[in-house]
């Protein structure tokens, strides 16, 4: 017992001894809760934001049954201002079809509701996508709540371009973007320093700017084998649709690929530790997949961060492609988002170069 005490003790020193180990166990969860934390908490309850078609018949009739809230007992038509009901709140969007499928295939909705002459009230939604049946199910309950004797009908939306599936393969093309590049890039440097061979490589007549630019193409080829496995499998499995410009995809895609190789090598131009270098890592990868919308949209978190996050890498790269691939973008489109990529990598990639550290 003895000496697995020392050992023990050995091991803990050395952690302790650490400063970079200590910031990343220790301080950065906190910071990360406390900025999340105060980020969301007057936020209140979700607003959930349902669009209703603005051919409806009787349409603020309509517009005042959904906004009533549920309530029980002899309160059933109690105004929604009463807070008692701890229930998502309710964003009604009058809209025409046109502009209500643009706004759901970039994740902004998930619901579409129309009333008819007839008095049939019509839900369209993806009945794969989780929010839309909850908003379903949210909104069926209110007006069964307050209002009986309509009758309901539900549109599926599978369409190419309207399903969930549209929605996720473009996010998880540019999170491909993203993790090939910082973990191969950053951590890779990381390792290199640590095994003392950019020491060695530092001592020969090689072009220090050629050298880093060198992770660039190796990661561009590798992500585009990545990428290109990817869209094959979901194209012959689900057929996610494809609309817009070619060109303008391949022109996102190299800007994605030179922003995140360039913060790729920032992260990795002095950290000389694993527990550091991945600690540096997780820091950037896992805020941008939490708030760029990759799995669901971002339009939920509160507005007053929504341009921060609208500019972030990953939220470019992912929102451009979905552009493209669903609403039918072309390069006119794009043109913003690639300045801006090209802009951060220029920087990260200056930056990075006048820090980066052989030894």
Known sequence: MKQIFQLVSIQLKE???EPGILFWAFVFP?????VLGLAFKNRGSEEVKIAVLE????IEELKKLLETEILSG??????????????????????????AIRDLKRGKLNLLVERTAEGKIHFSFDPDNPNGQRDYLLILARIRSNQAGFEFQVQNLD???TRYIDYLVPGMVAMGIMNSCLWGV????IEMRM????RRMSATPMNKLYFLLSFFFTRLAVTIVESTILLTFTLLTFENSFEGSFGAAVLIFFAGNFSFACIGMFIGSRAASAQVGNGLVNAVTFPMMVLSGIFFSYQNFPEFVLPFIRNLPLTLVADSLRSIF????????????VFLLVGYGIVFLFVGGRIFRWS
């Open 15 to 17: 952690f302790y001894r």
């Open 30 to 34: 906190i910071a990360m809760a406390g």
């Open 55 to 58: 051919n409806s018949y009787q």
């Open 74 to 99: 002899e309160d059933k038509i109690q105004n929604k201002s009463d807070s008692s009901v701890h229930l998502p709140s309710l964003k009604v969007l009058v809209l025409s079809k046109e502009e």
């Open 159 to 161: 369409s190419k371009g």
């Open 186 to 189: 950053g951590w890779n440097l």
């Open 195 to 198: 095994k003392k061979l950019l």
């Open 326 to 337: 669903i609403e039918g973008a072309g390069f006119a489109t794009t043109l913003p988002a």
